[in-house]
């Protein structure tokens, strides 16, 4: 059944990298103009009172054991990338907690499935872990939008075109995790954390090139919105690093494939 947006007003491990596709390899990227160049500087002067460095990146892949992300105490962690075959509620990748410490792991019946994350600080603490399904009557609500923010930490279930979709998303004031289906089994989790600031969102299509995110320094990106089909190894979605800037993009051979990340 279609779940449609609500009408209310509402540690060191190395990365290992997966081969990018055509839509967003680093060497394609331009470089960021002058202008992008001063107003990054200008945020980060303005926001130096809160340092929010990510870590580096940490990766899983079907068949492979949970990947440790450090100690939960004063960080929490986020998707960069999710890709693979979800054909339903077999297929999932998820940040969780377990024994005092941060963990990205998943499971599949089909092929290709991936995640990656990063951790950044959370000196405040973190909130509890957000779920919406497809059973859901309506949008989860994670409290207000002041002075927090949320992105995804686990998705799950069959994605097969442009009415999938699961977003962390601000509304009326509040926090929200909803999403929309047509097939089964489709399921987002989400935490959030206390920030001074945070960015709007920036989106990315398939078949086009990454979008600049902004400089790395002091400054985390994360997913907060996944949808299309997914059908291999080949769709995904990520944010990630390249020569000092964050950048979002991904990469499909199916339709419909997107993302969106917030900047906080």
């Excluded at 999403?179 to 709007?200: F, H, K, M, P």
Aim: proline residues 3%; charged residues 15%.
């Amino acid at each position: 059944m279609s779940k449609l947006r609500h009408v209310l007003f509402a540690l060191s491990m190395p990365a290992v990298l997966w081969g990018c596709g055509p839509e967003d390899l680093p060497s394609e990227l331009s470089e960021p103009t002058a202008a992008v160049v001063m107003e990054d500087a200008s945020a980060t002067t303005a926001g130096q009172e809160q340092e929010l460095t990510a870590t580096g990146e940490y990766t899983w892949s079907q068949g492979k054991v949970a990947t440790p992300l450090g100690a939960t105490t004063g960080q929490a962690c986020f998707l960069t990338r999710v890709g693979g075959d979800f054909e339903g509620g077999g297929e999932r990748v998820d940040i969780y907690a377990s024994g005092g410490s941060w963990y990205l792991s998943g499971a599949s019946a089909q092929s290709g499935i991936h995640g990656a994350s990063r951790c950044a600080p959370a000196v405040d603490g973190y909130s509890v872990q957000y779920e919406w399904t497809q059973a859901s009557s309506y949008p989860t609500y994670m409290g207000t939008a002041t002075g927090r923010v949320c992105f995804l930490t686990g998705l799950a279930g069959k994605l097969n075109g442009g009415g999938e979709w699961v977003h962390a998303y601000v509304e009326g004031g509040s926090w929200y995790l909803s999403g929309n289906t047509n097939q089964t089994s489709l399921r987002a989790r989400a935490r959030c954390i206390n920030v001074d600031s945070y960015e709007n969102e920036v989106a990315w299509n398939q078949g086009n090139s990454a979008a600049l995110l902004g400089a790395v320094t002091n400054r985390s990106c994360a997913l907060t919105y996944v949808k299309g089909k997914f059908e291999g190894s080949g769709e995904y979605v990520r944010t990630f690093q390249s020569n000092g800037y964050w950048y979002l993009g991904g990469n499909s051979s199916q339709v419909s494939v997107s993302g969106r990340s917030r900047c906080f």
